[in-house]
T-cell receptor
C-alpha cells in the first residue's frame, strides 16, 4: 500500500512570493491533516479535512494561508505571500475511520523563505 | 492550551540497554495515545498506539498508559544504534494529535 505522497520535497522562495504544497493521502483515508513543524518542535495542526470539508482550521493563519481538498482526495496548501517566519517543514497526514485516530505522515515539504 | 511535556534529552543509553521515555499530558479528554519516531530530516513514523490503561507490547517496544496520572511512557528493550532518533508523544483529544517537543534518544555502541 502506498503511503502519503507530498510534493515538492524542498522549496526555496523569496519573501512575498507565493508557494503551494500538494498532498495525496493513503487510499481510502477520508481524514487529511496539514501540520507545520518548526525546528526542535513537534508538529502543529494547521487544518483538518473530513472528506472535502474543512472541519478544523482554527490554527490556519487565514490572512495568508489557504487550503483546499477537492473531491475529498488530494489537497493543496497555499501561502501567499510568504514571510520569513513561514520557513518550516509542512507535513501532510491521513487517517481512516477504522484506524482509531492513528495518523500516517508523508515525507513533508521543507520550505525556506529568504 | 493542551500541554504535552517530554524531557528534551538527549537521553543516552548503551547498546543493549532499556531506554525509558516519558510523557505527561494536560488534556483529560485524551483517549488515544501515540508514539512517533522521527529521524533527523525525516517525517514522524508511527511506532506505537495505546488506548487503555496498562501496558502494550510490540516487539522491543512497550507502551504504558496511566490515565489517572495523565502519564504515558515508551520502553525500548535491547536498544540499538538504529533507535537513535527523536521520539514524539502524541495524545489524541478528539480532533487532532497534540504533539510534545520530543525526546532525543542516543544509543551508543
Amino acid at each position: 500500500e502506498a503511503g502519503v505522497v507530498q510534493s515538492p520535497r524542498y522549496k526555496i522562495i523569496e519573501k512575498k512570493q507565493p508557494v503551494a504544497f500538494w498532498c495525496n493521502p493513503i487510499s481510502g483515508h477520508n481524514t487529511l491533516y496539514w501540520y507545520r513543524q518548526n525546528l526542535g518542535q513537534g508538529p502543529e495542526l494547521l487544518i483538518r479535512y473530513e472528506n472535502e470539508e474543512a472541519v478544523d482550521d482554527s490554527q490556519l493563519p487565514k490572512d495568508r494561508f489557504s487550503a483546499e481538498r477537492l473531491k475529498g482526495v488530494d489537497s493543496t496548501l497555499k501561502i501567499q505571500p510568504a514571510e520569513l517566519g513561514d520557513s518550516a517543514v509542512y507535513l501532510c497526514a491521513s487517517s481512516s475511520a477504522e484506524g482509531r485516530s492513528a495518523q500516517y505522515f508523508g515525507p513533508g515539504t521543507r520550505l525556506l523563505v529568504l | 492550551q493542551k500541554e504535552v511535556e517530554q524531557n528534551s534529552g538527549p537521553l543516552s543509553v548503551p547498546e543493549g540497554a532499556i531506554a525509558s521515555l516519558n510523557c505527561t499530558y494536560s488534556d483529560r479528554v485524551s483517549q488515544s495515545f501515540f508514539w512517533y519516531r522521527q529521524y533527523s530530516g525525516k517525517s514522524p513514523e508511527l511506532i506505537m498506539s495505546i488506548y487503555s490503561n496498562g501496558d502494550k507490547e510490540d516487539g522491543r517496544f512497550t507502551a504504558q498508559l496511566n490515565k489517572a496520572s495523565q502519564y504515558v511512557s515508551l520502553l525500548i528493550r535491547d536498544s540499538q544504534p538504529s533507535d537513535s532518533a527523536t521520539y514524539l508523544c502524541a495524545p489524541y483529544s478528539g480532533y487532532a494529535l497534540n504533539f510534545g517537543k520530543g525526546t532525543s534518544l542516543l544509543v551508543t555502541p
